[in-house]
Nanobody, 124 residues
Framework: VQLQASGGGLVQAGGSLRFSCAAS????????MGWFRQAPGKEREFVAA????????YYADSVKGRFTISRDNAKNTVYLQMNSLKIEDTAVYYC??????????????????WGQGTQVTVSS
């Protein structure tokens, strides 16, 4: 299984970015997908998750109302739309897949596969 993330970069506070994570190698439509992030000197933290059908989503309180997770099973891709970005959103972002349950999860250890990290830097 390969997860290929794209869309990071440098943005000013208040701006927007959109991540994509394309999956290959297994049936994407059966997987729950998650986004996590890790800032320098901090542990990896949950950002958002979406179930296999897209009908269930979870968000960290810190991003609720600003970030939106979605998926397109026909394109084997999950997205993370990030609006109203704050300096504290600066981190390396990771997408992850859980092919076992298909249920959105908040804990990193519940995911089987991880994409490479993608840096987001929010400047003032």
């Amino acid at each position: 299984v390969q997860l290929q993330a794209s869309g990071g970069g440098l943005v000013q506070a208040g701006g927007s970015l959109r991540f994509s994570c394309a999956a290959s190698g297994r049936t994407f439509s059966s997987a729950a997908m998650g986004w996590f992030r890790q800032a320098p000197g901090k542990e990896r933290e949950f950002v958002a998750a979406i179930g296999w059908s897209g009908s269930r989503t979870y968000y960290a309180d810190s991003v609720k109302g600003r970030f939106t997770i979605s998926r397109d099973n026909a394109k084997n891709t999950v997205y993370l739309q990030m609006n109203s970005l704050k300096i504290e959103d600066t981190a390396v972002y990771y997408c992850a897949a859980d092919f076992w349950t298909g249920v959105p999860r908040r804990r990193a250890y519940e995911y089987d596969y991880w994409g490479q990290g993608t840096q987001v830097t929010v400047s003032s």
